[in-house]
């Protein structure tokens, strides 16, 4: 690799962490760096049309940018890796502009530097890839998100796309060769290196069908009939689901979920304040969360089954969903509209980005995540009870669903307040924790 390049991941951190955990993540692995080689001959042929697709802290961004990409188009289903990318962006930009510059004025033909640049897109669609000659990928370990992901490379990218799809050796299968396989007619495998390997795909089939994902179902559950008050015997009982390929458990009802729901029958009656006044004219929150209607929160909303329960259980609610994952806003937002219910969709993480003041919410219903990628982490489990004991007002209620064996129940007394085991079956537990501040 180029010393420029060199020069610019040796100045990356694994934001918000900084690297100096022993058992934390790195901010630029074997992979990244098996899929920046690979990259850089293809670059330096044609500087344009590069995609990055599932950067984990900017290390292939910003390695391509300095190995002579010019204005990449990137994608990170992950807010918090958009937040990774912007920070050590700003740290390394002096470096990655130095090495640029110093490359143009020792080209066999000196010339001015071109213009760099980065451009974030949010949203997974035919914009990101149009034009695309080159794309990077960090493998997801899902294949219903690399199904979503190389149907879309192979239908909207330039024909003579290559795609280079990156991962540690032990997460790979064979299936991820089959997915490739699929959209593209040709499909191979680089030599492993430091438990790394590159799946390379090139020529896009031209005889695809459609798109995959986003994929619909209609659950007809006795929980989702009983948290809803549907009657069984309505034609229009159930509930639809859509999920895009990275949303977690697609279009089914998870097990942690459904047990969830199987306590609806104890959720708290939400009824309006008292005295409503409406919301102060110099509020910075939206006209109508302050208006004293109950304000229900699904925290982690994943495809949007708990916020689409939540507003047809609550129909005077405020409802809210968020998660950090673009797959599962995109999948909760279309859940919503396919139940003809309303509720904000926002992306933030682990709550940061609600758009309701500290101690406002009436319910809280969290199923939070334990992994992270293929690592089991419970980092932002963690966040996630912080943020529903500042949103929650006095005497609010986390209503929260999680594998027993990972025992939340103290965390969320000292997050939230005191919080009651409400039932347990082999697998999950619910807990109910009664917002309460703490007093001397």
Not at 169 to 175: E, L, Q
Not at 176 to 184: H, K, P, Q, T, Y
Not at 246 to 269: K, N, S
């Amino acid at each position: 690799m180029s010393p420029e390049a060199e020069a610019v991941l040796a100045g990356l951190l694994p934001f918000p962490e900084d690297g100096s955990r022993a058992d934390g993540p790195v901010a630029v692995d074997a992979t990244d760096r098996l899929l920046l080689d690979e990259a850089a001959p293809l670059i330096a042929q044609d500087p344009d049309g590069v995609v990055v697709i599932g950067d984990r802290f900017g290390a292939l961004s910003l390695g391509a940018l300095a190995l002579g990409a010019r204005d990449i188009r990137v994608h990170q289903d992950l807010i918090t890796a958009e937040a990774a990318l912007s920070a050590n962006s700003a740290r390394v930009s002096e470096v990655l502009w130095d090495g640029h510059a110093r490359a143009a004025a020792n080209a066999p033909v000196p010339h001015e530097p071109a213009p760099i640049g980065l451009t974030v897109r949010d949203t997974f669609d035919s914009h990101l890839l149009e034009g695309a000659r080159l794309v990077l990928l960090q493998l997801p370990t899902s294949l219903a998100e690399l199904t979503e992901i190389a149907e879309h490379v192979a239908r909207y990218a330039d024909p003579a796309v290559t795609l280079l799809a990156g991962g540690r050796v032990k997460h790979m299968t064979h299936a991820m060769n089959d997915v490739l396989g699929a959209s593209f007619a040709q499909v191979s495998a680089s030599l492993a290196r430091q438990k790394s390997r590159l799946l390379i795909a090139r020529e896009p089939r031209s005889d695809v069908g459609p798109l995959t994902y986003p994929v619909t179902a209609r659950l007809t559950d006795r929980e989702i009939l009983a948290a809803t008050g549907a009657p069984e015997e309505s034609p229009d009982a159930g509930l639809t689901v859509v999920a895009h390929g990275a949303a977690f458990a697609g279009a089914t009802l998870d097990l942690g979920t459904r047990f969830l729901l199987a306590q609806a029958g104890r959720w708290p009656e939400l009824t309006d304040a008292p005295g409503t006044q409406g919301t102060p004219a110099d509020s910075p929150f939206g006209p109508d969360y302050l208006d004293g209607r109950p304000v229900a929160v699904d925290l982690g909303c994943g495809t949007g089954i708990l916020a689409t329960v939540l507003a047809l259980r609550y129909p005077r609610a405020h409802v809210i969903a968020t998660d950090r994952s673009a797959a599962a806003c995109a999948s909760t937002a279309a859940t919503l509209a396919a139940n003809g219910v309303r509720a904000a969709v926002v992306r933030g993480d682990a709550g940061d980005l609600l758009p309701v003041p500290d101690g406002s919410a009436d319910l809280v219903l969290l199923n939070p995540p334990f992994h992270d990628r293929a690592a089991l982490s419970t980092d932002a489990a963690h966040r996630m009870f912080a943020a529903a004991g500042s949103v929650l007002r006095e005497g609010g209620e986390l209503w929260t669903v999680f594998n027993t064996g990972l025992h939340y129940r103290g965390a969320l007394q000292r997050a939230v307040g005191p919080t009651e085991h409400v039932a347990q079956n082999p697998k999950f537990t619910v807990t109910r924790s009664l917002r309460k501040a703490l007093t001397d």
